[in-house]
């Protein structure tokens, strides 16, 4: 099966210290991953490198079938691609509406002029009354985001990156902070997310990923050191050894 | 989707209604109409006041919206008004010349009325010649083109340089004031082709309508400067609505987040910033014919920092609050500058705001930064909230 | 006149060989004709005798001959010196000083006519250039070094083997060299003189090569072997064709131009019922239409003919344009050019180690106004836009202190260490009562800081006015270190490199040694986790702002030393300072410490380039900044990493 996104051979150093070593990494179209790691396992800078927003000292990242590599694209043109991310810390535009939001997500040309001359056409108020549907928004696209509960931001924002109409979206930590209830409706968005474009959830919490039931990729010191099933990588005695022994402990 | 666009922003609607009616006061009021109870100088202070609202707007675009806190605005308007000086100027100039050479035997040659005018224009800095910046200083239409093109072509070219490399925040602040700083001692010098620190003056004179009275020709540039405050208000406030609003305050409020969104941020900044500057430049040519003088002072550093300190009063991130911090600030300025306000005597000391308006100015823009982050236009927002 | 002074240097050498004992009168007497009218010849006859007497009065006589007060009293052929004139004329006996007085009637003056007085001069000089007191001699070196008069040249020469003071022993024998280069009468003498002139940086040997090297533009149809030519001139190169045609004209080799303006007023000139010869004048507005007129009037033996642009170029053409020596000899120019350019070689590596001398005190200034800034602006993240005035604050402290304290000295050790308390006030002053709010503002910081900056500025003119005030250095401040003739660095900006070594090493020292610095650093990385562990970070911003600032005040001590204090002073630090910063990299000592040496030596060396312009050398100077943030945006000394992201 070709490939989505093929990440292989991947360095990066910050002052002396080794943030990615050598990292290979593939994902399929329309694919749930979890990618789980202790702290300082490269998570983040991998998908620093993926975005476009940190260069690697080595290495390759090539994306899609007409085998583009990504290390000379700008973040933008990258997201253009179709690669979408959310971010640990939810950020949404706090000062706009939710409708706001979403409709600068929403697929579309984003030359500042297109942006300029940009009507309201029906088909981008359908998707964004979609979308909001999906993430559970619908009756508060009106409203300002600031004044959304933590939960729904992070919803808010997995909304942006769906309104993207992605191939492949970067999640990172979308479970943190949140109720149980709100991590179930999490759950089931990016399952549902999944069945059009393939879906990488960078998480911590285990109950989560269990949940998320897909393959799982553990990091640790910037490299791969297993993958599978989280029952395969949990039995896995080197994983135990640097991340979940140590969690336990 | 024009009627739509105002439907949706009654304030553009309440504010041109109110320059409008402001605009109708003063020209029935003013000399020109007979009444004399606004005088010709009044109306020109108006009118200069109102280029000054032009170029807060813009302040506030590129600031209050876009988050770049831009130290060289003035340098745009300044250019803008070296642009319309230069025709203004030659024109005049060229007028008297060919007055004084007309009671020669023989006809002057196009060279004999070049050499004539450079020596008038440029004796002052000890030359004749013609700089080459003053190629088209002598077609109306041109020098009209350079108001909006220089200033579009230099906000073009630095902000291309700035935000590619990703400057931001104070270091952009800084970088565009060592920019206006740039421009203003080239400006200084003799040999800019400038005419150095005199600048250039003589602008109120109006080549072609020598036969108009000042109050006239002040009324026409007040209606002139009114007329494109409305339209740059109209302009941004349609610029700013919808999604390019929602990208322009996203990036003010989360570059990266805009840029992970698939935006590009630089193209963005820069279509803010020489929009903006282009409105600037406009403001700066309608300016200075009132004025009625230009020079490189005019551009100095400080003179883009008042106009940041004009739009926080006003309050950020409303067109209208930059018209009310813009107008407040420079009526205010000139009031206590222009011996208006009286002295305080305490016995042993007593307080000339000549002297001591710029302590008490300095002062409010700390307590306005520190108390009143939103502005004067924080004001409404309380009224609204009271009437709801 | 050469011999006659080898005669009167005869007679003086052997003067004191001889015992004399006669009065001057006595010898005045023996040529009374001789003094009373002096001819060109036969004054040399009384000025030898006068020399072998060796007497110390003959001096002031020869002055006082000179200077026309020498009269003779008719009565009895006695010489005096008058010492005031009227009806009855105050004398001095010339041997005694004796004073008398006499009807002016009854006196006769000695005129000596201008040939006269130079030899007499030239005898003066002599006397004078060994005469006992060395502060005579050195004055009499320095008038002939003013002068350079052939004449000097003998004399000077003469005197050098008795001078006694080996210092003035030299500068007379260079003196020799340069009058000798100039003056000497064989070219051999000449050239012996000039090579050993090369070695030399002092300007006035390079002045003296510099007009032996003096040459002339000229042109000729053919160039003349008895030219000494420096080099050929080329048209385009050295001049332009209508230059070249100009040198023509002025050497009669070429009819002149008839201008524009001439043609004109021949035109206007023949005017006659509107019309010039049939060419109606409402048609003369068009230089072809004029010429045309004028080639008509030409015609008709009205006016001279064109020099049509084609003759001009045949004629520049047909000529040789070249620059000539004025000094005739070819071997004397040679030998000067092989000096000149041995010293000049000397001279540019001298120029270029001044310079960088400059630059690097250029430097430290922009370096003790700049890291003030760096540390408030790099540790803190937050923008002073009112370090300027701080600055400024402690230039006017250091002018208050000396207003109250007269020993310039003891005012300036007071000076600096009392404008870091005050300004270290102001500064923690500020911070508690406006920057601690804004923290997480910056923009807003700025616009605040500038408030209290203009508000600060206003208030410093209403007190202090606007006149610029002096802050005086002390006495052992003034002066130059002087290496060489070209390299010299005054003192002052010795003392503020030093200031600036001693800062950039304070610095280090808190910052890197003290717990301070230790607590400064942990907050500037994470405030949060340095609150955590007991800092308290309100604190340790007040501290370093207060530091920052008062850093400021020593600056601003130190810059009213060299500039004047004016209430704007700051201002015109601020943006250099702020460009020092960011060029070097923010939150780093050493990243100052590069960004003001860059800024420095850049500044130097592009006021080099256009000495006469500073402005055009501040305008570059911003430019390339603004072009170098592209490169290195964060400075030369970046931070790498995650901390730089943020």
């Known amino acids: ?192 997310a999944a069945k059009t474009c393939a879906v990488v959830v960078v998480e911590h919490d285990m109950e989560f990923v269990r949940r998320l039931n897909c393959k799982v990729t553990v990091l640790h010191e910037g490299a791969v050191i297993a993958e599978g099933s989280l029952d395969h990588v949990t039995a896995n005695q080197t994983v135990i050894d640097v991340y979940l022994g140590r969690s336990h402990a | 989707m024009q009627r739509s666009f105002l439907a949706q922003n009654p304030s553009v609607l309440w504010f041109i209604a109110c320059l409008a009616i402001f605009t109708a006061v003063v020209t029935v009021l003013s000399e020109a109409m007979g009444v004399g109870l606004i005088s010709t100088s009044f109306v020109k202070t108006l009118g200069k006041t109102l280029c000054l609202c032009l170029i807060a707007i813009a302040m506030d675009v590129v600031w209050g919206y876009c988050g770049i806190l831009s130290l060289g605005h003035f340098a745009f308007f300044g250019i803008g008004g070296y642009a319309i000086g230069m025709w203004l100027m030659y024109a005049r100039t060229e007028k008297i010349v060919l007055e004084s050479l007309s009671g020669q035997p023989i006809p002057p040659t196009t060279a004999e009325i070049s050499d004539a005018i450079g020596n008038q224009i440029f004796g002052v800095v000890g030359s004749s010649e013609f700089p080459v910046i003053w190629a088209f200083a002598d077609s109306l239409f041109l020098q009209l083109l350079m108001v909006v093109l220089v200033p579009g072509l230099l906000a073009l070219v630095f902000g291309w340089l700035a935000f590619r490399s990703r400057v931001t925040g104070v270091y952009l602040s800084i970088l565009t004031q060592a920019m206006t700083l740039a421009l203003a001692l080239y400006l200084f010098q003799n040999n800019s082709g400038l005419r150095g620190n005199n600048g250039l003056s003589g602008l109120q004179n109006i080549p072609g309508f020598a036969h108009l009275s000042q109050a006239t020709v002040s009324l026409a540039f007040f209606t002139a400067s009114a007329f494109a405050l409305g339209a740059g208000h109209v302009f941004f406030a349609w610029v700013l609505s919808g999604k390019m609003g929602s990208v322009v305050e996203g990036i003010r409020d989360n570059e990266a987040r805009v840029r992970f969104l698939g935006y590009h941020v630089e193209s963005y900044k820069l279509f803010i910033f020489t929009t903006t500057a282009v409105v600037s430049g406009i403001a700066g040519a309608l300016y200075y014919p009132q004025a009625g003088i230009i020079n490189p002072g005019e551009i100095a550093p400080i003179a883009s920092i008042y106009l940041a300190v004009w739009v926080a009063i006003g309050g950020r991130g409303r067109l209208y609050g930059a018209v009310i911090g813009a107008a407040a600030v420079s009526l205010v300025s000139s009031w206590f500058t222009g011996g208006g306000a009286p002295d305080i005597n305490f016995g042993f000391y007593v307080i000339q705001w000549t002297d001591w308006w710029l302590v008490l100015l300095g002062f409010s823009f700390v307590a306005v930064t520190l108390f009143f982050p939103k502005g004067i236009g924080g004001l409404f927002d309380l009224l609204v909230r009271k009437q709801s | ?132 007191d060395i502060g005579k001699r050195q004055a009499a070196v320095d008038a002939i070094a003013r002068s350079m008069d ?105 009819p002149p131009l008839v201008s524009n303006d001439d043609i004109r007023a021949a035109l206007v000139a023949n005017v006659a019922d509107a019309q010039v010869v049939d060419v109606p004048v409402h048609a003369l507005g068009t230089d072809a239409a004029r010429w045309l007129a004028y080639d008509m009037l030409v015609a008709g033996g009205l006016a001279s003919p064109r020099v049509k642009p084609q003759e001009q170029i045949d004629a520049v053409a047909a000529h040789v344009f070249y620059a000539a020596y004025t000094e005739p000899e070819k071997r004397v120019t040679d030998a000067a050019r092989s000096a000149l350019n041995a010293i000049e070689t000397k001279v540019a590596i001298s120029q270029a180690a001044d310079l960088g001398l400059d630059a690097l005190s250029l430097a430290s200034i922009y370096f003790l106004a700049a890291i003030g800034l760096a540390i408030t602006f790099g540790v803190m993240g937050v923008i002073n836009m009112a370090h300027g005035e701080f600055i400024m604050m402690g230039a006017y402290t250091g002018f208050v202190v000396q207003q109250f304290v007269p020993d310039y000295t003891l005012s300036i050790l007071i000076a600096l260490p009392l404008a870091f308390v005050i300004t270290f006030g102001a500064g923690v002053a500020m911070e508690r009562l406006v920057i601690r709010y804004l923290y997480h503002r910056p923009l807003e910081t700025l616009l605040a800081t500038f408030g209290v900056s203009i508000a600060l500025q206003q208030l410093a003119k209403n007190i202090f006015g606007t006149q610029a005030r002096p802050l005086t250095s002390p006495g052992w401040l003034d002066g130059a270190w002087v290496l060489n003739d070209v390299i010299a660095i005054s003192y002052i900006r010795i003392a503020i490199f030093v200031l600036a070594l001693i800062f950039l090493a304070l610095i280090l020292f808190v910052l890197k040694r003290t717990r301070l610095g230790l607590e400064v650093r942990a907050v500037t990385q994470n405030p949060g986790m340095a609150a955590s562990m007991g800092i308290n970070p309100d604190r340790i911003n007040m501290l370093t702002f207060g530091f920052g600032s008062g850093i400021a005040g020593i600056a601003g001590v130190a810059i009213g030393l060299y500039a004047k204090v004016t209430s704007e002073m700051g201002a015109d630090y601020i943006v250099q300072s702020f460009m020092t910063v960011v060029v070097g990299g923010v939150g780093n000592v050493w990243g100052t410490l590069a960004g003001a040496s860059l800024i420095g030596f850049l500044q130097k060396g592009i006021e080099w380039l256009n000495p006469s312009n500073t402005l055009a050398a501040q305008t570059y100077m911003i430019l390339f900044i603004i072009l170098f943030i592209q490169f290195r945006p964060k400075g030369i000394v970046a931070l790498k990493g995650r901390a730089a992201a943020d």
């Open chain 1, 1 to 192: 099966m070709s490939m989505l996104l093929e990440v292989s051979g991947v360095s990066v150093t910050f002052d002396g210290f080794r943030a990615i070593n050598n990292l290979s990494i593939n994902f399929a179209p329309a694919e749930l991953r979890a990618i789980i790691g202790p702290n300082g396992a490269g998570k983040t800078t991998f998908m620093d490198i993926v975005t476009g927003k940190t260069k690697p000292d080595e290495g390759r990242v090539i994306w899609g079938d007409k085998n583009i590599s990504l290390l000379g694209l700008s973040e933008s043109e990258i997201v253009m691609e179709g690669i979408g991310r959310k971010f640990q810390k939810p950020t949404v535009f706090e000062a706009q509406t939710v409708r706001q939001n979403l409709a600068m997500a929403v697929r579309a040309p984003r030359g500042p002029f297109a942006v300029l001359m940009h009507k309201k056409a029906r088909r981008n108020a359908a998707r964004i009354e979609a979308v909001a549907e999906q993430i559970g928004l619908s009756d508060s696209l009106t409203r300002i985001a600031g004044q959304l509960s933590h939960g729904q931001k992070q919803w808010l924002e997995i909304g942006m990156l769906l309104a993207q109409e992605p191939r492949l979206m970067l999640v990172d930590e979308p479970a943190a902070g949140m109720t149980p209830e709100e991590r179930e409706k999490t759950t089931e968005i990016l399952k549902e």
């Open chain 3, 1 to 132: 006149m050469f011999r006659l002074f080898s005669l009167a240097l005869a007679l003086w050498l052997s003067a004191p060989a001889v015992a004399f004992s006669q009065t001057l009168q006595d010898i005045l007497q023996t040529h009374q004709e001789e003094v009373l009218k002096p001819g060109r010849r036969s004054v040399g006859v009384v000025l030898a005798d006068l020399m072998a007497s060796g007497l110390p009065q003959a001096l002031p006589f020869l002055e006082a001959w000179r200077d026309r007060e020498i009269v003779q009293r008719d009565s009895d052929g006695l010489f005096f010196r008058v010492l005031a004139e009227g009806d009855i004329v105050t004398l001095a006996d010339l041997d005694t000083g004796t004073e008398l007085q006499a009807p002016d009637n009854e006196l006769t003056e000695s005129r000596p006519n201008g040939g006269v007085r130079r030899a007499i001069g030239e005898v003066l000089v002599q006397f004078q250039l060994s005469d006992p």
């Open chain 3, 150 to 254: 052939a004449s000097q040249l003998a004399p000077l020469e003469a005197s050098i083997d008795g001078e006694p003071d080996p210092v003035l022993k030299l500068a007379k024998s260079r003196l020799a060299n340069m009058l000798a280069a100039l003056f000497s009468d064989t070219a051999d003498a000449r050239i012996i003189a000039i090579a050993a002139l090369s070695g030399d940086l002092s300007v006035d040997t390079r002045a003296v090569l510099n007009r032996l090297l003096s040459t002339t533009d000229a042109v000729a149809e053919t160039l003349s072997a008895d030219v000494n030519l420096a080099r050929i001139l080329k048209v385009g190169v050295d001049f332009t064709p209508a230059e070249g045609y100009g040198r023509l004209v002025t050497a009669e080799l070429a």
